[in-house]
């Protein structure tokens, strides 16, 4: 799967929760774009996993990479998984969400702005 970006993106947010632990393997980190600026250019692999009625996940089929997610009460949006991004992007974490629902084998960076319940759905990019 091959994607381009061409409009502007939010700085990096970090998702403590479980659900982004389990789909990602560590917490997850994800920037987000409208829809009109993600353009898929290569996706014969690109599968969806529907996690909830409302959420899904894009991945490739062929190297089970996770890239995106997407959520039906922000349509309008994709949320981009940072390590699939190619660099230097630019970008830096700047917000730690459901942090009470961290890993006990890491620590949250505290230069982040912390909050315990998830905003990631409040901010439109």
Same mark, same amino acid.
């Given at each position: 799967?091959?994607?381009?970006?061409? $409009?502007?993106?939010r700085n990096?947010?970090?998702?403590?929760?479980?659900?982004?632990?389990?789909?990602?393997?560590?917490?997850?980190?994800?920037?987000? #774009?409208?829809? +009109?600026?993600?353009?898929?250019?290569?996706?014969?692999?690109?599968?969806?996993?529907q996690r909830?009625?409302? #959420?899904?996940? +894009?991945?490739?089929?062929?190297?089970?990479?996770?890239?995106?997610?997407?959520?039906?009460?922000?349509? +309008?949006?994709?949320?981009?998984?940072? $390590?699939?991004?190619? $660099?230097?992007?630019?970008?830096?974490?700047?917000?730690?969400?459901?942090?009470?629902?961290?890993?006990?084998?890491?620590?949250?960076?505290?230069?982040?702005? #912390?909050?315990? +319940?998830?905003?990631?759905?409040?901010?439109p990019y």
């Amino acid at each position: 799967v091959r994607y381009r970006i061409d $409009g502007p993106v939010r700085n990096i947010i970090e998702c403590h929760c479980e659900p982004c632990r389990r789909i990602s393997g560590h917490h997850l980190a994800a920037t987000a #774009v409208a829809n +009109g600026h993600l353009h898929l250019e290569s996706q014969e692999t690109l599968a969806w996993y529907q996690r909830t009625p409302t #959420v899904r996940y +894009g991945f490739c089929s062929a190297c089970s990479s996770t890239l995106f997610w997407r959520a039906d009460d922000k349509a +309008g949006r994709t949320s981009v998984f940072a $390590g699939t991004l190619d $660099g230097p992007t630019g970008l830096v974490a700047t917000e730690a969400i459901c942090v009470s629902e961290a890993g006990d084998y890491y620590r949250i960076d505290p230069d982040l702005d #912390v909050q315990a +319940g998830d905003r990631a759905l409040e901010i439109p990019y």
